[in-house]
Nanobody, 116 residues
């Protein structure tokens, strides 16, 4: 059964880094576009970054451009979100999502808290 499992969240101080992982099962990450989203307390869900299938073209929200990088490791069937220079406003639950033939598949989410 296809699934996504996120990991790597935690609590860090402003300016620090985290690397989130989105491990896929039962489908190949390089055959599908995969995106990272986040939902902060009291806010709407926001698209953060996306990586296209095949050519690996990446897209970023303006709010994180230059600080976050989406990466794909086909051998590990995993997509990553490298987050640098974290800010308190980056605090949210982060989710990865893939668009499969039967519809969107979401992971369970991983909490990121940026606080001093």
């Amino acid at each position: 059964q296809a699934r996504l499992v996120e990991s790597g969240g935690g609590k860090v101080q402003p300016g620090e880094s985290l690397k989130l992982s989105c491990a896929a099962a039962d489908f190949a990450v390089d055959y599908h576009a995969i995106g990272w989203f986040r939902r902060a307390p009291g806010k709407e869900r926001e698209g953060v970054a996306c990586i296209n299938r095949s050519d690996g073209t990446t897209y970023y929200a303006d709010s994180i451009k230059g600080r976050f990088t989406i990466l794909r490791d086909n051998a590990k069937n995993t997509v990553y979100l490298q987050m640098n220079s974290l800010k308190p406003e980056d605090t949210a639950v982060y989710y990865c999502r893939v668009n499969l033939a039967l519809g969107f598949l979401w992971g369970q989410g991983t909490q990121v808290t940026v606080s001093s």
